[in-house]
């Protein structure tokens, strides 16, 4: 897929014919998280949609206008039609923007998948919220609830602006969005995850906001297979850290061993909280995330 | 004992140089710094790795180790370690090296020599022997003490570099009768001997091996470390001329026939061709092929009109493992007559002489000049009552040598001959039985025929009452003396006297040369008759010049030849004579080799051993390579390129 910007591109973070599929999907949360403000989602309780849900009694107050007058006749009792309430679902999309991700093309594919993400559920008539987080203590930077078709162009300039570059752990990036955001619904997490801390405080932060957890973890290739040798002086991205590794070849079994774990630790985390994990590399192409991993994972339909 | 020793463990202490060697490893340890997202993963990796194993930091630095292998090497090295092969490596060893001529063969085509490979293993034995004392002797015609006692590396090597072949029969029993020498100032167990096993006179023993005996007593352990030998050869064994017997004096060209014995390898079929050169030209060439073991005699007929240089030379089809056995040389005299003193009293002699036509006696009655030197004297006195009268041999009648005054004396009696040598060649085929003599020769009390011997003097026949016939062989001089007086016995009536005058005449022809002359053999030219009281500057080949001086006889003797070639003798730089040597020996030629040495007592005899004792083997030069070596892969582990940067 070109990244590029020719002439005829809506955004230089997708092409024009990923747009068109993507309008095409919608996003499927494990639970309807919704708020009261009337949208696409049908919740619990009665509403005013067409779509019909049940009968039950009549009683006196009721709108007549609701009344099922074919069993009336049939019956000679008033039975009252019940439809689906429809309410809107909150998508909170946050993008770690730490150094850590800008190693391998990760912050861009970050971009592409959050825009893609956001296109998804602008087009479900959701109300979609971005964040970017990158230096700790800093605000981050914000979309403003927005929804419908017409907030796509907000959504591709909000992160076609977005840069990298901050210290920010995942765990603070999360705080630093839930202090903004109101309302139920989705928080899709892209991410490395690279946090020497536990995800448990932040993903319960989440879960009681009634957020459901998408978790993207995004790593590059050296992240996954680092083919390093020799003795080497690492250096810490973010904050400047080392650590001296002698022999490095010898300790890529045991590196492999806590990536696995790290991405073990996420996925339970999510998982717990009826949230969703993916881990995809930087270089997969963003056809094959979008149109394959994502909707053979549940995570789109 | 143990298996190894260190000659140097004093150097032990070079070990602490593993600590700063640590040290400086980890401090000054330059890592490639590489950037990476996140610490995160790597931070557990490592706390994972200490945590597993505390250890496995070090395992895992090979420049480290590298550098520790090559701090070790040399350490061990500097400690000279030795695989301990036998004890005593701190006696006093002596080493006998045999540089007889058999010692420059080589045994395969392109070769070394056996010498070199001899030095080659005698450098192994220095090596393993050190600290002990060492004293090398070189064993050649003769034994020479190359060094005292020392373990002084440096000088061992020096003489062993300085060693080098001599074309001489090797003489065994001189080198073990040195170290039997040192064995009496010196602590010695055991005395290594380094040779091919071509010693004089080999006798087979009833198993098929070949015993070299030596009347000699070793008081110690007599190692023979015996070089493999096998080598196909052809060498000229014997190189004589002798003048036809129909030549006359008077012949401007004297004829001669001149034999060179040819012995092949005892084990293979050898061929070639033999070239013989008078003056540098070629006059004879004769092919000749010899089975295993086997010697041709091959005869060459010539003329020579006065001094001629012979050379004779193999030219070998095939392979040759001895070079300087292939040239032999010959120096044909000048015909002329014998010139004989002989005292106007003793006309019996000079009677006898004159049937002799190529001998001119003086005093002559023409009295006219006479020579200086005569090749035969027949007196009535010694030749210190006439020292102008010079001759090479000398028949003194009647009169008692000087230096024999004290142990014999002459009075008159009868003096029957009680026994005489008939293998002499003075009283060959002279029978002395029944002559009368009237003058007895008495030894003193208690002299004994030893006395005479180690005066000298050679007793050819002997009398009831003491010695009647003398003889004494020096340097290029020959005398005989009669102690009594012929002219006072029936001897000159007999048929023994002519024969005894035709046997001095023979005897004075070889001496002179004139009837048969044999080639010279190296160890020590023959005597010559030169200018007296003169000095002689003598050049040979592989020795720089050395000066003699003549006596008052005017014999210059003594010469060494130690190589095979022409030896040239000059006075103030011009040349006055010319001289070649060869080998010309048999047992040298056949490269024979003992598997067994005898000594006089035989139940010590001394078994051969082709392979190599065991010794001392020095590890230094070992770990010093493995330093090397280690050295060389850490240059290069260390080019290496150590990182993959990746994207």
Redesign the interface.
């Known amino acids: 897929m070109t990244t590029t910007s020719p002439g005829n591109q809506l955004t230089t973070l997708l092409d024009n014919q990923a747009l068109t599929r993507l309008e095409r999907l919608r996003l499927q949360p494990n639970r309807r998280k919704t708020n009261r403000t009337q949208g696409e989602h049908a919740s619990g309780k009665g509403g005013s949609s067409t779509e019909f849900a049940d009968y039950r009694n009549y009683v006196p107050g009721d709108d007549v206008r609701f009344v099922d007058w074919n069993i009336f006749a049939r019956l000679n009792r008033p039975f009252m039609k019940l439809y689906q309430y429809e309410e809107v679902m909150h998508v909170a999309i946050l993008v770690d923007a730490s150094?850590?991700?800008?190693?391998?093309n990760?912050f861009e594919r970050a971009r592409q998948l959050a825009a893609a993400l956001g296109v998804t559920a602008l087009m479900g008539i959701e109300r979609v919220s971005a964040y970017v987080v990158g230096a700790s203590g800093e605000p981050p930077r914000v979309m403003p609830p927005s929804s419908g078709r017409v907030s796509m162009r907000r959504l591709f300039d909000f992160f076609e602006r977005a840069e990298c570059g901050g210290d920010a752990p995942i765990d603070s990036a999360v705080e630093a969005m839930l202090r903004r955001h109101r309302g139920k619904g989705l928080a899709i997490i892209i991410s490395?995850f690279?946090?020497?801390t536990s995800l448990a405080r932040p993903f319960n932060l989440l879960y009681s906001a009634g957020l459901e957890i998408f978790a993207l973890q995004v790593l590059?290739?050296?992240?996954i297979d680092?083919?390093?040798?020799?003795?080497?002086?690492?250096?810490?991205?973010?904050n400047g850290?080392?650590?001296?590794?002698?022999?490095i070849d010898?300790?890529h079994g045991?590196?492999h061993?806590?990536?696995e774990q790290?991405q073990e630790h996420v996925r339970r985390q999510s998982r717990i909280r009826n949230g969703r994990f993916l881990s995809i590399s930087s270089e997969t192409p963003l056809e094959l995330v979008l149109f394959d991993l994502l909707q053979r994972q549940g995570w789109l339909k | 004992m143990t298996w190894t020793g260190f000659l140097s463990p004093s150097w032990a202490w070079l070990f602490l140089l593993i600590i700063p060697l640590l040290v400086v490893y980890f401090l000054k340890l330059k890592r490639p710094r590489f950037e990476i997202p996140s610490l995160v993963l790597w931070h557990s990796v490592i706390n994972d790795q200490r945590v597993n194993s505390p250890f496995q930091r070090f395992k895992k630095h090979l420049l480290l180790w590298l550098q520790l292998a090559i701090l070790l090497s040399l350490i061990l090295a500097a400690m000279q370690p030795f695989l301990r092969g036998e004890p005593g490596s701190s006696d006093n060893r002596p080493i006998l090296i045999d540089c007889s001529a058999s010692m420059a063969a080589v045994d395969t085509r392109g070769g070394p020599t056996r010498m070199e490979r001899a030095k080659e293993r005698i450098a192994e034995l220095i090596e393993a022997t050190l600290p002990g004392r060492i004293s090398l002797i070189a064993v050649g015609a003769g034994a020479r003490q190359l060094t005292e006692f020392t373990n002084n590396k440096r000088i061992l090597t020096k003489a062993l570099d300085t060693l080098t072949v001599r074309d001489v029969p090797g003489n065994l029993v001189d080198g073990l009768r040195m170290a039997q020498a040192l064995a009496r100032r010196e602590t010695i167990s055991t005395v290594t001997l380094v040779s091919d096993g071509n010693f004089p006179d080999l006798q087979d023993t009833a198993g098929g091996q070949k015993i070299a005996r030596v009347d000699v007593e070793l008081p110690f352990e007599l190692q023979f470390e015996k070089l493999e030998t096998a080598t196909v050869n052809m060498g000229i064994t014997a190189f004589n001329a002798r003048r036809q017997t129909a030549a006359g004096a008077a012949d401007s060209l004297t004829p001669w026939d001149v034999f060179v014995r040819v012995s092949g390898s005892p084990t293979e079929v050898t061929s070639g061709e033999v070239l013989l050169e008078q003056d540098g030209q070629e006059v004879g060439r004769q092919p000749i092929a010899l089975e295993a073991g086997q010697s041709k005699r091959l005869v060459y007929s010539l003329q020579t009109p006065g001094i001629s240089r012979l050379a004779a030379r193999i030219v070998s089809d095939g392979f040759d493992g001895l070079s300087t056995d292939n040239t032999a040389y010959l120096e044909l005299p000048v015909s002329r007559s014998l010139l004989v003193w002989c005292d106007t009293d003793l006309q019996s002699y000079r009677h006898a002489l004159q049937v002799f036509p190529d001998v001119t006696v003086y005093p002559d009655s023409d009295a006219s000049g006479q020579p200086d030197v005569f090749d035969l004297a027949i007196t009535e006195t010694t030749q210190k009552a006439n020292p102008n009268l010079e001759a090479s041999v000398r028949l003194v009648v009647g009169e008692i040598p000087e230096d024999l005054a004290e142990l014999v004396t002459i009075r008159t009696g009868s003096s029957p001959v009680v026994d005489w040598n008939r293998g002499s060649l003075l009283l060959q085929h002279v029978n002395l039985d029944s002559i009368e003599i009237a003058d007895e020769p008495v030894r003193g009390d208690d002299v004994l025929d030893q006395h005479f011997r180690e005066a000298g003097y050679e007793i050819l026949a002997t009398g009831r009452s003491g010695p009647l016939v003398l003889a004494r062989h020096t340097p290029g001089r020959q005398a005989f003396y009669l102690l009594f007086h012929t002219d006072r016995s029936t001897l000159p009536y007999r048929v023994g006297f002519p024969v005894l005058i035709k046997n001095a005449i023979d005897i004075t022809r070889h001496a002179a040369g004139l009837a048969e002359v044999g080639g010279q053999p190296t160890r020590v030219l023959a005597p010559r008759m030169l200018d007296r009281n003169t000095t002689y500057t003598v050049s040979g080949p592989g020795s720089s010049p050395q000066t003699f001086r003549t006596g008052p006889d005017g014999m210059l003797s003594g010469i060494p030849a130690p190589h095979v070639g022409i030896y040239r003798i000059s006075e103030n730089g011009s040349e006055v004579a010319r001289v070649g040597a060869g080998i010309l020996d048999a047992g040298e030629s056949s490269l024979a080799s003992a598997d067994l040495i005898e000594p006089r007592d035989e139940e010590l005899r001394v078994g051969a051993s082709t392979t190599q004792i065991d010794t001392d083997r020095p590890l230094w030069p070992t770990l010093a390579w493995i330093a090397f070596v280690v050295l060389l892969v850490e240059w290069w582990y260390f080019q290496k390129k150590t990182v993959r940067v990746s994207g």
């Open positions: 150094n850590s991700m800008n190693f391998e990760k490395d690279l946090t020497p590059g290739p050296t992240e680092p083919e390093l040798t020799g003795d080497l002086r690492l250096v810490d991205s973010e850290g080392t650590v001296d590794v002698s022999s010898e300790l045991i590196y061993e806590h990536r790290l």
